[in-house]
C-alpha cells in the first residue's frame, strides 16, 4: 500500500512538473509582457482597502495574489 502511495504521489509530481515547461504556449503572454490594466472592488473585510478599487498597478514589483471567483 505504501508502493502504491509512492507512486500516486509521483505521477502526480511529474504531471504536475510536466505542465510547467518552458514551450510557447499561445495563450499566455510573454512574462515580460505587463499585466492588463483593470481594477476590482476589494471584498475582504478585512484588508486595509476593503470596499475600494484596487488594481495590479498599485502591486507593482511587490508579490501579490488576484482570484476570480465564479459569479452567477
Do not use: I
Request: hydrophobic share 40%; net charge positive.
Amino acid at each position: 500500500m505504501l508502493q502504491l502511495r509512492r507512486l500516486a504521489a509521483a505521477a502526480t509530481l511529474l504531471a504536475a512538473l510536466t505542465g510547467c515547461s518552458k514551450h510557447d504556449n499561445p495563450t499566455r503572454p510573454p512574462a515580460d509582457q505587463a499585466a492588463p490594466d483593470f481594477s476590482l472592488v476589494d471584498q475582504n473585510p478585512n484588508s486595509a482597502t476593503a470596499g475600494k478599487a484596487v488594481s495590479p498597478r498599485q502591486y507593482v514589483n511587490k508579490v501579490s495574489a488576484w482570484f476570480f471567483g465564479e459569479a452567477g
